[in-house]
């Protein structure tokens, strides 16, 4: 316990969080219980959709978690839970809005964002760029401070035999009166 002869460290000026997620993969509706697949707030053509309570963008839940987990905060789950009625099909970057707040509000900005989505297909590569854009605009960062990679399953495991998407996501936060 910080006493007057051991004063409490100063707060860092860098956090970190980490973030992953899972969704298992259905054929889309009509043909099966998947929803269409959005990746980053993006759409893509794929015959196979995660299986969720909210829309299931496994990777702005990814990112969201590693913004809660920088800020010490509980994860997805907690702030909005799929047992909620309220969150069925939501976009998920209703979710990502809310922790960019709480970042904001606790006086921290995105210094960078470093994510690897774990899909068979379809591949990301033709829309990388997008989803970059994207979720800079929805961070607040410029599209240099957001990166993303597409890796396949190479056939092995649930997702390199397409029965589910993997997002992960490293998050570095810097105190917002130190931003330039």
Do not use: C, Y
């Not at 590693?66 to 970057?93: C, K, Q, V, Y």
């Not at 606790?106 to 068979?120: E, K, M, R, S, Y």
């Amino acid at each position: 316990m910080p006493d007057a002869s051991h004063p409490a460290p100063a707060e860092p000026p860098w956090r970190v969080g980490v973030g992953w997620d899972r969704h298992r993969l259905a054929p889309v509706a009509p043909a099966g219980e998947g929803r269409p697949l959005v990746l980053g707030g993006v759409r893509l053509e794929s015959d196979l959709g995660p299986v969720s309570h909210s829309d299931g963008d496994a990777l702005l839940h990814a990112v969201t978690d590693a913004i809660l987990g920088a800020l010490g905060l509980e994860d997805l789950g907690a702030l909005f839970p799929d047992t909620d009625p309220d969150h069925e099909g939501r976009d998920s970057m209703e979710f990502l809005d809310r922790a960019v707040r709480l970042m904001r509000d606790a006086g921290w900005t995105l210094a960078n964002l470093d994510a690897v989505v774990v899909l068979q297909s379809p591949k990301l590569g033709p829309r990388r760029d997008e989803i970059r854009r994207r979720l800079a605009r929805a961070l607040g960062a410029p599209p240099g401070r957001v990166n993303v990679k597409g890796k396949t399953g190479e056939g092995v495991d649930a997702t390199g035999e397409r029965r589910a998407v993997d997002a992960h996501a490293v998050t570095l936060l810097m105190r917002a009166d130190r931003a330039s």
